[in-house]
Structure formats: C-alpha cells, structure tokens
C-alpha cells in the first residue's frame, strides 16, 4: 500500500527558504502525478502545486509562482517543493499527495496523502 510521509517543515523569518520532501514506500510513483498542498485553520485546503508523470509540466498557483518549485526523483521514490521569498501567508501544514495519472488542484481527486508538515513563516 502507497504511503507518504512529509519532512522539512520548520519556522522561517520571512524571506527565508525551506526544502519540503516527500518519501513513497509501497509503490513507485513513476506513473503517479505528486502535489503538494496546504491547510490554515478556518480555510479551506489549497493546491499549492502539482506535476503529472512522464514529463508533465509543473503548475502553480498564483500565490505561489516564481517563488516555489515542484520536483520529483521516481528513483528514489520522492518529491520535493522547494519554497524561496516565504510569506507570512505561505505558513500552514503542508501536504504530499499523489494520484493516478493527470494532476489537478481539485484536492477531493487525489487519492493518497502524507501525515502533513508544518511551515511557519514569521519573524
């Protein structure tokens, strides 16, 4: 069975960077699309960012564009964001996810997630 387990969250001063992982055991993800999402208390969960397998190309949202990247390494069966310029806004628990095939922002699509790591961005 597919499982996902996240590392790399911590508090960062604003400006900061953080490097996000993601470790699969269970399956390889080779044809799996991998995102990352995230979850502030009193909102709803937000698709950070996601890429499909064979070659897809990342997509981001808005808030987030030139300042995250998605990548991923089906060999060692992991994901990364790697998360540059934090914001105040970009703190939340953050999650990996993983469905079969074509990624979307539509996180009640995805099929398997990752317990959550917490970024906290402050000064």
């Known amino acids: 069975q597919l499982q996902l387990v996240e590392s790399g969250g911590g508090l960062v001063p604003p400006g900061g960077s953080l490097r996000l992982s993601c470790i699969a055991t269970?399956?390889?993800?080779?044809?799996?699309?991998i995102g990352w999402f995230r979850q502030v208390p009193g909102k709803e969960r937000e698709g950070v960012s996601y890429?499909?397998?064979?070659?897809?190309?990342?997509a981001y949202a808005d808030s987030v564009k030139g300042r995250f990247t998605i990548s991923r390494d089906d060999a060692a069966h992991t994901m990364y964001l790697q998360m540059d310029n934090l914001k105040a806004e970009d703190t939340g628990l953050y999650f990996c996810?993983?469905?079969?095939?074509?990624?979307?922002?539509?996180?009640?699509?995805?099929?398997?997630w990752g317990q959550g790591t917490q970024v906290t961005v402050s000064s």
């Open positions: 269970g399956e390889r993800l080779d044809y799996y699309a």
């Open positions: 996810a993983v469905r079969a095939w074509v990624g979307t922002f539509d996180g009640s699509l995805w099929e398997h």
């Open positions: 890429v499909s397998p064979l070659g897809g190309v990342p």
